[in-house]
């Protein structure tokens, strides 16, 4: 048999297995995840090992619990904002598909029905949560204008991009979330059932990333990667302006003053806590990084990482 046939089988199979497991676990909104409970705010959201809260020294136990929510909440809709363009993508990609592999076309279909889903729970969570606390939230981005910007970039980048997100939701439900006994149980229950679904959208990301890298020429890799780090730069935009958002809004709500200093440092740790969730805990990822590295040269490599630096 032909190298490449049995590669084709391969890859085949391997979209085929998300398939099965996509049919095995599928889960609804609300017969499975809500049934008809809220958000308990005696517990916390988001867990110690995402929302870094123990290195809010200043912060009370209680104001500590606060601040999980109000990450938590921003968790919740950063993956609503991440998912339109994740959803566009896949979309797009399964063109390739159309009048070819059609397992792989099932896959990516059955991929973009979920992070329809996804983003229509996301949104019913910010609904729920924006009714439990007080008024004042802000979410700075605007998840179609991130998408078009996104987008523009190269497909190389845009899955690289992909491909980190749906591997770090992983790390951050099992090593993260799963462990903490003291978390609201709806919102543990929120991200136990987002990460069975992400757990195939992760194996497709690499499937289809890896067929898009061997699309293009050596110059055509080279972009691609200024691109991604130009995604991540953006990313980081994001971040600050929200982490400067959350810092406000749980200084107003907090139940005392905070001065312009411990203001600051709010901020200032929140954006440490959100590039870890967001950027630095997948780039730490050991199958991210495995992906990455088999992708790109020792002098890209060095690129990435002089980006990320900054961000240390
Ligand atoms: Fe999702
Ligand atoms: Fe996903």
Known sequence: MQTSTMATQVETGRYARCIEVSKRIRWEIERDVFHGRDFDYRHKFLPDGLSKVGEFTFLTDEEKRLLSQVQGRTYANIFG????????KVLEIS???WLGDQTALEALIRFSDEELKHQEMFRRIETMIGAGMPDGYVF???????AT???SKSTWAVLGLTCHIELFTQAHYKQSIEPDA???ELYKDVFLFHWREESQHAILDELEWRREHERLGDEER???VDDLIDLVVAVDGILQAQSEADANYFCMIANRVFDAGERDRVRDGLLRAYRWQYILSGVQEPRFS???CSLINAAQVDRIRNALLTLI
Request: glycine letters at 4%; proline letters at 7%.
């Open 182 to 184: 003291e978390l609201s």
């Open 140 to 146: 700075t981005p605007d998840p179609n204008a991130v």
């Open 290 to 292: 495995g992906i990455l």
């Open 222 to 224: 080279d972009r691609a």
């Open 149 to 151: 910007v996104v987008l």
């Open 81 to 88: 904002l991440v998912e339109r363009f994740i959803n566009a």
């Open 95 to 97: 063109r390739d598909h």
